[in-house]
């Protein structure tokens, strides 16, 4: 098989037997072409690379300038192809499997204040062209901060996980897990609230004999949710709106949010894991490192001995 073939073949069976997402789909086949676009320039074939090549790939990128981030990830998906390969018998060996990649840098994740967050929720009861936006906008704040889920999530949230009053949500997240969400009141009454407009929305006479959307937060797009791209272009204006730096406002930063603030406030780590679904606790102990480092600064800033020195 060429490697196009390879590729697609892979991709499938990650679909298939892992349940894996169109955007984690979607990196791998980037991660992959690169790859082979690289291994063909070089005269090499998937089926007779070697450790090598590999190597040699990953210093390629490296000179490229990339973070370390990015070529951890590049080596992680040319691994999994190749132990596929190694599965199906296309291959003897996986040249892939000692190679030992750059690691992941502990860049300590940006994190909005409580002030901060607090100016975004009220300037999303302003951002929007019509009332309907505005509810909208509210919801998705307000749910986003309830509860720490990742934007893929939120988006693409059933609009029957929400019938009722409900006091939890049922998410699915990466790999096909579900796991239950508290929700807040005011993310109750937001989510109350635009049930409600939509509704009104469904009544409408251009809308009567429609079908409904099956998506909490509809778009007229293929995908029949808002995007997160839309989503994310949404949060920039509320940022505006709020006087809050846009760089340091993306769904991303609300989710570190929710789990700083909760830590903040003496929740426990284990908990805190569960409700962001983080299938390692080694993955939510960075937030106490954002908390050690915010009280450092906090001693650093108002201690009257650090003030004289």
């Given at each position: 098989?060429?490697?196009?073939?390879?590729?697609?073949?892979?991709?499938?069976?990650?679909?298939?037997?892992?349940?894996?997402?169109?955007?984690?789909?979607?990196?791998?086949?980037?991660?992959?072409?690169?790859?082979?676009?690289?291994?063909?320039?070089?005269?090499?074939?998937?089926?007779?690379?070697?450790?090598?090549?590999?190597?040699?790939?990953?210093?390629?990128?490296?000179?490229?300038?990339?973070?370390?981030?990015?070529?951890?990830?590049?080596l992680s998906s040319?691994?999994?192809?190749?132990?596929?390969?190694?599965?199906?018998?296309?291959?003897?060996?996986?040249?892939?499997?000692?190679?030992?990649?750059?690691?992941?840098?502990?860049?300590?994740?940006?994190?909005?204040?409580?002030?901060?967050?607090?100016?975004?929720?009220?300037?999303?009861?302003?951002?929007?062209?019509?009332?309907?936006?505005?509810?909208?906008n509210i919801c998705?704040?307000?749910?986003?901060?309830?509860?720490?889920?990742?934007?893929?999530?939120?988006?693409?949230?059933?609009?029957?996980?929400?019938?009722?009053?409900?006091?939890?949500?049922?998410?699915?997240?990466?790999?096909?897990?579900?796991?239950?969400?508290?929700?807040?009141?005011?993310?109750?009454?937001?989510?109350?609230?635009?049930?409600?407009?939509?509704?009104?929305?469904?009544?409408?006479?251009?809308?009567?004999?429609?079908?409904?959307?099956?998506?909490?937060?509809?778009?007229?797009?293929?995908?029949?949710?808002?995007?997160?791209?839309?989503?994310?272009?949404?949060?920039?204006?509320?940022?505006?709106?709020?006087?809050?730096?846009?760089?340091?406002?993306?769904?991303?930063?609300?989710?570190?949010?929710?789990?700083?603030?909760?830590?903040?406030?003496?929740?426990?780590?284990?908990?805190?894991?569960?409700l962001l679904g983080?299938?390692?606790?080694?993955?939510?102990?960075?937030?106490?490192?954002?908390?050690?480092?915010?009280?450092?600064?906090?001693?650093?800033?108002?201690?009257?001995?650090?003030?004289?020195?």
């Amino acid at each position: 098989m060429n490697a196009h073939r390879w590729i697609s073949t892979f991709l499938e069976a990650q679909s298939a037997e892992l349940g894996s997402a169109e955007n984690t789909l979607q990196a791998y086949g980037r991660d992959l072409m690169g790859f082979c676009d690289w291994a063909e320039d070089q005269g090499h074939s998937l089926d007779t690379l070697t450790r090598a090549d590999v190597e040699s790939y990953l210093v390629h990128s490296d000179a490229q300038g990339l973070s370390q981030a990015t070529v951890a990830r590049r080596l992680s998906s040319i691994k999994q192809l190749f132990r596929f390969a190694f599965e199906e018998g296309w291959r003897a060996d996986n040249p892939a499997i000692q190679i030992r990649g750059p690691g992941r840098s502990k860049k300590l994740p940006k994190v909005l204040s409580q002030d901060e967050v607090d100016r975004l929720l009220h300037a999303a009861r302003h951002t929007g062209r019509s009332h309907a936006d505005r509810v909208r906008n509210i919801c998705l704040l307000e749910l986003l901060y309830a509860t720490g889920m990742r934007v893929t999530e939120l988006v693409t949230l059933p609009l029957a996980a929400t019938q009722g009053d409900p006091r939890m949500l049922l998410v699915l997240g990466k790999g096909g897990k579900e796991r239950m969400v508290p929700l807040s009141s005011s993310a109750r009454i937001a989510l109350s609230d635009w049930r409600a407009e939509l509704e009104i929305e469904a009544d409408l006479p251009k809308n009567k004999g429609l079908e409904r959307s099956k998506f909490l937060f509809p778009g007229r797009g293929k995908t029949g949710h808002l995007t997160r791209h839309r989503f994310f272009a949404l949060l920039k204006d509320m940022a505006f709106t709020a006087g809050v730096p846009a760089d340091k406002v993306t769904p991303h930063t609300l989710r570190h949010a929710f789990a700083t603030h909760l830590l903040a406030n003496g929740a426990d780590l284990r908990a805190i894991q569960t409700l962001l679904g983080h299938a390692d606790i080694s993955t939510t102990e960075i937030y106490t490192h954002v908390l050690d480092e915010r009280l450092k600064e906090l001693v650093l800033t108002h201690h009257p001995l650090a003030r004289d020195s």
